[in-house]
C-alpha cells in the first residue's frame, strides 16, 4: 500500500506545505476558500474529497513570506488573510479563523447593511411644522416644530464647508423657505423633535452616556454640526436654537424652547431640507471614520426596519443582513466598531468583502472607501508603496487594536481582498507594519 500511495501521489503532483507554526488556529478549511491543506495520512471525510492545494507562484511565495515576517514581529494577537479575487485562491492566511475586535473596520458590515436595506440615493428630511395659521403681517401665531430625522450633515453652512465637504442642509435654507411663505413672527415657540430615535447620546462603550471624545458631539435623531450642544441644552434643543438665531438674522422673530417634544399631529410642513444621498453620506462616514455618522445611520436601520430607534436595534438589523444574505456569523452590537464586544476574524471580513465583488453593493463600498496613501484615515498608510494610490481600505483603531481591510490593485494585475487584524502592539508601531505589509500586497 506504500508505493502505491507514493505513486498516486508523483501522479497528481501534491505538494506538502509546511503550515507554519502560528497557523495551526486555522487547520479547518476557511469558508472563503473552497481548497484544503492536503495533510499525509489525513482521514478525509467522502463528501470532501481531497483537492490538491495549487503551487504557488514565486510571487505568491514572496508575499507570503512577507506577510509572515511582519505578523511574526506583530506577535501572536495579530492574523490575516488575503485573498486572490481573480484566481479564487487565498493567498495567506494565519489565525484567520480568531475573532478580535474590527474596531472600525466594524464599519464595513454596516455600509453593507445600509446598501441592502436602503436606496443609495435615499435622502434624510428635517423639516419645519407648524400647529396654528398665518396671521396679518406675517404673524404665525402658534409653535413651530423642528423635526429631526437623522441627518448627520444638517448644521451650519461654514460648519458644512470644513467638515462635511461642502454637503449638507442649512439652517438658513429653512429660514429662506419660511420668509417665502410670509412669516415675520412667531407668537409661539420653536421646538426640537428629536423623537425618531432614543434619547441615548453614546454607545455601548459607555453605557449610552454621551461620548464626545469618540463622538465629536452627541447622538441624536435632530443633531446640528455634527451633534453639538451648548447651555446645558440637548442636541435638539440646540438645534432649535440655532434655527431661531438664523431667523432673528433674517428678522423674523422668534423664540426657541429649552425642551425637545414630539411634533404634534395636526401639525402642518412649511419647511424642509434634505440631506445629500446615502451614498454621498457612507463616503462621509467611511473616508474619515466617522463614528458618529455610523451610530446615528444604525439608529436610521433600527428606526426604519426593527421598530426601535436605536443602536441595539440598528445592530439588530446589520446582523440580520450580514448572516441572512452572507451567511456570515460576527458579532456586532453597534455600527462604528467603538465596543471591543464586537467580534470579527478575518476569514468573515474577507468573505464579506469576496462576496460583495462585482455586486452593486460592492461597487458601492469601494467607492466608499478612502485610497490608501491619499484620503482620509489611510493617508499615511503605505506612503512611498506600491499600494498609495492602488488600494482602498478601512481602518479600524481602538487602543493597542490597528486593523486594515479592503482591496488592492497588484503589480501583477491582481486584485485581491485582504484583512490585517492587530492585536497588542501600540497603534504607532502597528500602523509600521500595516503599511509594510500593505505594500508587499500591492507588490504582489
Sequence with gaps: ??????????????????????????????????????????????????RPRPVLTPAARRLRAGLQRQMRLGGRGTGGEVYDLGAGTTLFSLRDGVKRPPASVEKLYTTVALLNKLSPNLRLRTTVLGTGHLGPGGVWRGDLYLRGGGDPTFGDSTFNRVWELGYGPTASQLAAQLLHRGIRR?????????????????????????????????????????GSTGGGLSPGAFAAKELVLTLLASHVQAGASKRTTRTPRRAHVLATVSSPPLSVMLSLMDVPSDDL??????????A?????????????????????????????????????RDRSSPREIVALLRKVWRTPVGARLWSSLPVVGVTGTVRT?????????????????LDSVTNLAGYCHGRGHHLVAFALLIDGPTNPDALVLLSRMIGAIARY
Design 381 to 397: 498608510i503605505g506612503t512611498g508603496s506600491a499600494a498609495q494610490g492602488h488600494c482602498v481600505a478601512k481602518t479600524g483603531t
Design 293 to 302: 455618522f455610523a451610530e446615528l445611520l444604525t439608529k436610521q436601520l433600527g
Design 186 to 226: 412667531v407668537t409661539g415657540s420653536v421646538v426640537g423633535d428629536a423623537s425618531l430615535f432614543d434619547a441615548r447620546r453614546g454607545g455601548p462603550g459607555t453605557a449610552y452616556a454621551a461620548d464626545t471624545p469618540d463622538f465629536g458631539g452627541q447622538l441624536s435623531a435632530l443633531s446640528y454640526d455634527h
Design 304 to 340: 426604519r426596519f426593527a421598530r426601535s430607534g436605536s443602536i441595539t436595534g440598528g445592530a439588530r438589523v446589520i446582523r440580520g443582513v450580514i448572516h441572512d444574505t452572507y451567511d456570515l456569523n460576527p458579532s456586532i452590537v453597534d455600527g462604528s466598531g467603538l465596543s471591543r
Design 1 to 50: 500500500m506504500g508505493g502505491l500511495a507514493a505513486l498516486l501521489v508523483v501522479a497528481i503532483g501534491v505538494v506538502v506545505w509546511r503550515l507554519d507554526s502560528h497557523s495551526s488556529t486555522h487547520a479547518a478549511a476557511s469558508a472563503s476558500a473552497s481548497i484544503s491543506s492536503p495533510v499525509a495520512g489525513e482521514v478525509r471525510s467522502r463528501r470532501a474529497p481531497v
